[in-house]
């Protein structure tokens, strides 16, 4: 390998520790920040089916009262009738039906707010323990967070400051194509196999194949722009 593609690939080695730990900072940090998203959404559905299943509560009470109410009025008159004393048979007759019906039908209304709280109360315990869990999570994200900054942020002015000494001793032509291919996030080197860019799978000609084989110069591909290296026999 030719002694300036080994400074850049040494480079590269510099450059991939380096991603790795930023990349590693960035995935902590959007992991907590995605689940403190996420139980925002969790506590907001919670709060939503406590209120809805406080909303059915007080109107089951209120029902109650409503039922209460007429019964109390169907079985006043009901008694006036039975003792003889009321002033208007037929009116307290009337009275009566009247205020039974209103009854069946609170007590219906009840029947289904009672099967609506029970719906509702299994709806928070699921919201409830949704948010519960999610609250876990988010904690505990943080903490792998707070655990892993105090190291990691050494690790990263480390690896950038390696990066950088790295940087010092390359061509500026060279260094120039190598920042290139990093911005346009293509990989900086190609394996040739048979006179063949194994980046874009463009031929190269005989002089340049040469060049690359017997490490004369550095050689880049004319199509895709990679440093072009040569398969190690050993397998290194």
Not at 34 to 62: F, I, P, S
Not at 96 to 124: H, K, N, P, R, Y
Not at 217 to 236: I, Q
Request: aromatic content about 6%.
């Amino acid at each position: 390998m030719h002694p300036d593609i080994e400074k850049l690939y040494a480079l590269w080695q510099r450059e991939v520790t380096r991603d790795g730990l930023l990349s590693e900072w960035r995935g902590l940090h959007d992991a907590h920040k995605a689940l403190e998203a996420e139980l925002v959404e969790k506590l907001a559905a919670a709060n939503l089916a406590q209120k809805k299943l406080g909303d059915l509560k007080q109107r089951e009470r209120e029902t109650n009262r409503k039922l209460e109410t007429y019964q109390k009025r169907r079985d006043n008159a009901q008694r006036t009738i039975d003792t003889g004393t009321a002033s208007d048979f037929r009116a307290a007759e009337a009275q009566v039906s009247q205020c039974g019906d209103i009854c069946d039908q609170l007590e219906t209304d009840v029947l289904e707010l009672m099967e609506q709280i029970d719906a509702a109360t299994t709806t928070f315990k699921g919201a409830s323990d949704s948010r519960d869990h999610m609250a876990h999570r988010v904690e505990a994200a943080k903490t792998t967070l707070d655990e892993r900054l105090p190291t990691l942020k050494p690790e990263f002015e480390d690896a950038t400051a390696e990066r950088d000494d790295a940087r010092d001793g390359i061509w500026r032509d060279q260094i120039k194509r190598y920042d290139m291919l990093r911005k346009k996030k293509y990989a900086c080197f190609a394996t040739v196999e048979d006179m063949t860019c194994g980046g874009c799978h463009t031929k190269l000609d005989g002089q340049r194949y040469s060049n690359l084989t017997r490490d004369t110069e550095v050689v880049t591909c004319r199509h895709c722009g990679r440093f072009l290296v040569v398969p190690n026999p050993s397998g290194d």
